[in-house]
């Protein structure tokens, strides 16, 4: 167990572009797998996400949602922003949250190579014929066995992923959320271009890191186009979900030349380096990565990672290292943590049981049913 303090950075409020966040505690993207088969968020997953909105959360950042009706889809079960039954389904969930006062965001994700349940029946494609790293999740249905090779993309697919994720903004903002997120973090698609081993591609996408960031920064761009002012993030992560261990080649030298590329997006959210943050994000220079965001982007940053450590986090923002916090088990322990930091509850530990057999809201519902949480 964890005490808190009845004082903490992070619940100052906070400005993000039009976003008024009450405090800089934010929801990070999580994915839970529990649409209906066609995609559609349910009434469960409404309640879900309001639940956060109720213990005080200033943003609130949506699992990874698929953007085509075609290579995207990362999961079974996983929402989609295709369709207008998607919209409809997904509007009930912003009114959900928006009636407790938090705004919210829609994670557009693209999975890639590294796609394990893919309803709409298509075979997996990337930048080039490389196979991942790494075994399938059980918890989010994979069957534990190695990724095949996808299909090497061709102009003619970066344009259709490209449009993709431009309808898939426009369909968020018809559903009422108050901003998007690109995913170019964590081994999914567009991850897989910046990723040296993963792209060995000879074109404008391959090669050095400006060419590797050109897709995640074409897709930016054609959604700025498309809405404007709308609030657009961008999500990045050294790390991946099937490779903890792979960082920039060129280190600090890559990442100026990554985040200068996003200059156009509202924030930029760096996932996870570990638990000890202000350790793993650490650069030969001494500074973090989300540091050197800042600095060269000129954006708000959101960092991630062990956040429920509260005096890590108060460190995080007073040292300048990020402007808001985005916590994934830490939320799923406490979805009122802001609360519980306000009065100086203790915070609950987080029981990796909760996502067994699969990370999902019901099995989720029979842990807590179980332990009394």
């Not at 966040?21 to 999580?30: I, K």
């Not at 391959?206 to 993030?233: C, H, K, M, S």
């Not at 990796?352 to 990370?359: F, K, N, Q, R, V």
């Amino acid at each position: 167990m964890i005490t808190t303090e009845l004082a903490h950075p992070a619940l100052e409020p906070f400005g993000l572009d039009t976003l008024k966040l009450r405090n800089r505690f934010a929801v990070a993207p999580m994915t839970r797998v529990s649409a209906t088969p066609d995609g559609t968020p349910t009434e469960q997953m409404a309640a879900y996400y309001r639940e956060y909105a109720l213990g005080g959360f200033g943003l609130i950042i949506t699992e990874g949602i698929y953007p085509d009706a075609a290579h995207s889809q990362g999961y079974f079960n996983q929402p989609g922003l295709v369709t207008e039954q998607h919209v409809v389904g997904w509007r009930a969930v912003v009114d959900a949250v928006h009636a407790a006062g938090t705004p919210i965001v829609a994670q557009l994700m693209h999975a890639g190579a590294i796609s394990q349940g893919n309803a709409h029946g298509f075979a997996t494609i990337g930048p080039s014929a490389v196979a991942p790293r790494g075994q399938m999740m059980v918890d989010y249905g994979g069957v534990g066995g190695a990724w095949n090779a996808p299909r090497e993309m061709t102009a003619h697919d970066i344009d259709d992923v490209v449009a993709g994720f431009v309808a898939a903004a426009e369909n968020a903002r018809a559903a009422g959320f108050d901003g998007v997120e690109i995913h170019g973090a964590n081994g999914y698609l567009l991850d897989q271009f910046l990723t040296d081993y993963t792209n060995q591609r000879t074109d404008e996408y391959g090669g050095p890191v400006r060419n590797r960031i050109r897709l995640t920064a074409r897709v930016l761009r054609a959604i700025r186009d498309a809405l404007g002012d709308f609030p657009i993030g961008v999500r990045l992560s050294q790390t991946k979900v099937n490779d903890f261990t792979y960082r920039w080649p060129e280190g600090e030298a890559d990442a100026r030349t990554i985040f200068a590329a996003l200059t156009e997006a509202t924030y930029l959210h760096i996932a996870s380096e570990g638990r000890d943050f202000l350790e793993t994000a650490k650069l030969p220079s001494g500074t973090t990565v989300t540091q050197l965001a800042r600095e060269v982007s000129g954006r708000p940053v959101i960092a991630n990672g062990g956040m429920h450590n509260l005096p890590q986090a108060a460190d995080v923002l007073t040292g300048g290292h990020a402007d808001i916090l985005s916590l994934g088990t830490g939320a799923l322990a406490n979805p009122d943590l802001p609360r519980r930091v306000e009065t100086g509850v203790e915070l609950s530990s987080f029981d990796h049981e909760m996502l067994h057999p699969m990370a999902t809201l019901d099995c989720a519902a029979a842990w807590r049913e179980r332990t009394g949480e």
